[in-house]
């Protein structure tokens, strides 16, 4: 089957820098995308990987290992704004996403 | 810019009865997406289109059905509702399916089956 794992929740304070992990397996890799949703909210866009290494966007950075079906959100100087959820969907050998439950951030002042 | 727009926000339906949940995107989009969210796991594809007037199955399609007559618009149906469906209804379009390019969401459909 495929599978998507994220750590249910983490906690970080305001300021600091926290990386959310990603592993997944599926059938097939076509990239991989990191969305946030606050919450009762849409899922909005944050970053897509698709080749091994780094995509920094602002203070969002995301990390992709094809080899080790692995990636990481990397977010740096941390505001109260970025709690929210964290969701790593991968694209699979049919094009589909297939989404992780996605990891609760919590940021405490 | 309206994005991708879902009508209704909340519903609340009795065990048997039906209901049309209706996504619409003025972003020119050819692939719309229903997704279902519920705690603990993450978005589960229930049906999408790649284009006007076509539909197919996605990872839990049994008890929806969906429409796509026209580009902008993707229903799902509920011919008999039951407590099982009680879900977060996300709709979501791409411009396309490779590449960078993002699924785009409504701000979804909250429903409660009694």
């Known amino acids: 089957g495929q599978n998507i794992d994220q750590p249910t929740e983490m906690t970080a304070t305001e300021g600091a820098i926290v990386q959310i992990n990603c592993t997944y397996q599926t059938s097939g890799f076509n990239g991989l995308f990191w969305y946030q949703q606050h919450a009762g909210e849409a899922p909005t866009f944050l970053s897509y990987n698709v080749l091994d290494g780094l995509e920094e966007k602002g203070r969002f950075s995301s990390f992709l290992s094809r080899s080790k079906g692995y990636s990481y959100l990397l977010l740096k100087e941390l505001q109260m704004k970025d709690s929210a959820s964290y969701l790593c969907?991968?694209?699979?050998?049919?094009?589909?996403?297939?989404w992780g439950a996605g990891t609760k951030l919590i940021i405490k002042p | 810019n309206a994005g991708v727009t879902q009508t209704p926000k909340f519903r609340v339906l009795k065990t048997g009865q039906s209901m049309t949940l209706l996504c619409a995107q003025d972003m020119n989009h050819e692939y719309m997406y229903w997704y279902r969210q519920d705690p603990g796991m993450g978005l589960r594809l229930i049906h999408y289109?790649?284009?006007?007037?076509?539909?197919a199955k996605g990872e839990v399609p049994d008890g929806y059905n969906v429409s796509r007559l026209k580009k902008q618009n993707f229903l799902l149906g509920l011919e008999s509702a039951a407590p099982s469906q009680t879900s977060v209804y996300f709709c979501?379009?791409?411009?396309?399916?490779?590449?960078?390019?993002?699924?785009?969401f409504g701000d979804g459909t909250r429903l409660s089956i009694l």
């Open positions: 979501a379009s791409s411009y396309q399916v490779e590449g960078g390019q993002p699924q785009h």
């Open positions: 969907a991968v694209r699979d050998s049919n094009y589909q996403l297939i």
């Open positions: 289109s790649v284009g006007e007037g076509t539909t």
